[in-house]
């Protein structure tokens, strides 16, 4: 997303410029994004916005390398933390897995969605869990690698989505050019509709969407001979509600998908992880300790950094029927609105800079909301091929 690039700036100055002189790829969403959703793609424009696509594997090597280079820190790789050490209030280092022991005046979780073993020994000190809500959303996704040529993509595009066209439809796609001349090319779903490995079954897949840019861009370009394709599954989003303890040790915060892990369709989870991590430095600084104060003060700040994303995603999620969890409150009638914002981007420019820039984070869910905007969904929403 692009205000996670802009915050990742803020955190390493240059970033972007780095990492685009090693092969990532600007684009304009306005433009170099082919957006079909609701039946047809959205109207094409140049937005201003810059966001930059690439793996998340040169990502994080970037960023590691960055980190690797501060002089007051060190990293230890095959790691692993079993538990933490605490005493006087507060969380004082961590056990690992070799009983070996670290002390720390702050411990930072970031051990993800797959982690919790620390988490869990929480208890063992007297301080509760956070209550944790689920929606269950049976994703999976393949993602295969190909070589990049230049139009490739219909209408040289950069990127490409296909979302899906609830509520019997449940098949995504994404096409992202990436660095090392290749794209990145990812198929699946909600609810099963998981895209074979085989590749065989990785074109069938493709060929069955609604939309046949993706069945194109799979004919034309080149698989590269040492890339198989890969699959992942993600069972449920789960949002752990730190903000509402009452209370929470001093020396100890957690980050990043610890906190809240997204739906990865959505492509959320990053930019959320970089926006808390701003959020964190901004509290210690304010603080100038890390209290028990200064945590639960982050924990309320995050809260309203993740609402936003997470309002979004499982709103979307709720469209299907098999979806499980806490249905937010009037989901049905804003999924309907919101559909006919959609509908109007397929032919207005307003309409789509709206989605656009909610959709990235660099305007509130209540901008749809506008007076303006919903005129020109009741104008537009009309006219949309997808009534063809």
């Not at 190909?146 to 989505?161: E, F, N």
């Not at 990812?186 to 509709?193: F, P």
């Not at 603080?287 to 924990?299: E, K, L, Q, V």
């Amino acid at each position: 997303m692009i205000s996670g690039r802009v915050a990742l700036d803020e955190l390493f100055p240059g970033l972007t410029d780095e990492l685009v002189e090693g092969g990532a790829v600007l684009f304009d969403p306005g433009h170099d994004l082919l957006f079909h959703q609701m039946g047809s793609l959205r109207t094409r424009f140049a937005s201003g916005r810059c966001g930059v696509s690439l793996t998340r594997a040169y990502l994080e090597h970037s960023v590691g390398a960055r980190v690797r280079a501060l002089r007051n820190v060190t990293v230890r790789d095959r790691t692993r933390v079993s538990g933490y050490l605490a005493g006087g209030g507060r969380i004082t280092g961590v056990e690992l897995d070799d009983g070996e022991r670290l002390w720390a005046d702050f411990v930072v979780d970031a051990t993800g969605r797959g982690g919790g073993g620390p988490t869990q020994s929480m208890e063992r000190f007297g301080y509760p869990l956070p209550e944790t809500e689920t929606v269950k959303i049976d994703v999976g996704y393949t993602t295969l690698m190909l070589k990049r040529r230049p139009g490739d993509l219909a209408g040289d595009g950069l990127l490409y989505l296909m979302s899906a066209v609830p509520p019997h439809d449940k098949r995504a796609a994404a096409a992202f050019a990436v660095e090392g001349d290749r794209w990145m090319v990812t198929l699946g779903g909600w609810h099963r509709a998981h895209a074979p490995v085989d590749r065989e079954g990785f074109k069938q897949f493709a060929a069955g969407l609604q939309a046949p840019e993706m069945a194109e861009l799979l004919a034309r370009a080149e698989p590269l001979d040492d890339q198989d394709a890969r699959k992942f599954t993600y069972p449920a989003a789960k949002r752990r509600h730190y903000e509402r303890l009452r209370t929470v040790p001093a020396g100890h915060v957690a980050l990043g998908d610890a906190i809240c892990s997204f739906n990865p369709l959505y492509g959320q989870g990053m930019t959320v992880a970089v926006l808390e991590a701003l959020e964190l430095g901004r509290r210690l600084d304010r603080f100038g300790s890390t209290s028990a104060t200064m945590a639960r003060s982050y924990y309320r700040a995050t809260s309203k950094i993740i609402d936003t994303p997470w309002r979004m995603a499982t709103g979307s999620d709720f469209v299907f029927p098999e979806t499980e969890g806490s249905r937010p409150f009037g989901n049905g009638l804003l999924n309907s609105y919101i559909r006919q914002v959609m509908l109007a981007s397929h032919v207005s420019r307003d309409a789509h800079r709206v989605m656009l820039d909610v959709q990235h984070l660099l305007a509130p869910p209540a901008s749809v909301m506008r007076p303006a905007t919903v005129l020109c969904a009741l104008r537009h929403a009309r006219r949309s091929p997808a009534h063809a």
